[in-house]
């Protein structure tokens, strides 16, 4: 009985300090996203993400945030002898909050780790064939991005091609737990008509692809369906114009999904 007793009272303790660790990291938490942000990663932001001068105050202040809480819970890591600065890290956190404004949702939860390379890197596949690539989403919780394409992705926000917001959008369609182009959505009637416009819209780029044919919707995307959601979401907020003119549903549905409209910020 007094070893019973003793047992009960060291997991009562382990609680007791479980608690107390949790409410700290809590409290740190909150004092770290409740400080000013940083006058640095605001010059950093409106010299390398041009569509933030665009934004209404409002979306402005959810980009610092989202950036600040990304930069606060994510570990960054350069890879192939490059270090991970300022520049590196605030253009990619806040390119990212990109997909995120006005959806109030966590900042991707299940993503621990952003892995940067200098330039494109040999990746090993599942039969061990090297793979040179430029980035790649892990279900695991991380992202690995080539520095220079994600920093000419930010800086010509006009030409349909966004590394980070392409491997970002593979994240945000993993949340669930698989990647198929189907991120999270808001009821099941949202499912139905996202499933019939993005699989029809998947099908006719195959058809252009085979057939040679040009597309606003980058070629790539008819790879597979969780590329083409990653390659529609690259053209949404880089040609919103074109891509609202040329496929309406399509733009329609990733409108109602991110809750923005690029347009605006042409």
């Known amino acids: 009985m007094e070893f019973l007793h003793l047992f009960a009272l060291l997991a009562a303790f382990l609680l007791l300090l479980i608690a107390g660790v949790t409410l700290n990291r809590r409290k740190q938490r909150?004092?770290?996203?409740?400080?000013?942000?940083p006058d640095g990663w605001l010059t950093?932001?409106?010299?390398?993400?041009p569509p933030y001068s665009k934004l209404s105050p409002e979306m402005q202040q959810q980009v610092r945030d989202y950036t600040q809480e990304f930069l606060y819970e994510k570990k960054f890591?350069?890879?192939g002898g490059l270090t991970v600065d300022d520049e590196i890290r605030v253009t990619i956190a806040s390119q990212a909050s990109l997909l995120l404004?006005?959806?109030?949702?966590?900042?991707?939860?299940?993503l621990y780790s952003v892995l940067v390379y200098p330039s494109t890197y040999v990746a090993?596949?599942?039969?061990d064939e090297p793979s040179v690539r430029l980035g790649e989403s892990w279900q695991t919780g991380a992202v690995v991005l080539a520095w220079d394409s994600a920093q000419h992705g930010a800086a010509n926000f006009a030409d349909g091609r966004n590394l980070v917001i392409h491997e970002f959008a593979h994240q945000l369609d993993q949340e669930d737990g698989s990647s198929d182009g189907a991120p999270i959505l808001d009821g099941r009637s949202s499912y139905t008509a996202w499933a019939r416009v993005l699989?029809?819209?998947?099908?006719?780029?195959?058809?252009?692809?085979d057939k040679g044919k040009k597309s606003v919707i980058d070629a790539y995307g008819a790879s597979h369906p969780a590329e083409f959601f990653a390659v529609a979401s690259e053209a949404f907020?880089?040609?919103?114009?074109?891509l609202s003119s040329k496929h309406p549903e399509l733009y329609d549905e990733l409108r109602?999904?991110?809750?923005?409209?690029p347009q605006e910020w042409v």
């Open 44 to 49: 950093i932001i409106r010299q390398n993400i």
């Open 199 to 209: 699989s029809r819209e998947y099908e006719r780029l195959r058809e252009r692809v």
């Open 30 to 37: 909150r004092r770290a996203l409740a400080a000013p942000f």
């Open 77 to 79: 890591e350069g890879c």
């Open 256 to 261: 109602k999904f991110y809750q923005v409209d």
């Open 237 to 242: 907020f880089e040609k919103p114009r074109q």
């Open 124 to 127: 090993k596949t599942e039969t």
């Open 101 to 110: 404004l006005n959806r109030k949702v966590r900042c991707y939860p299940r």
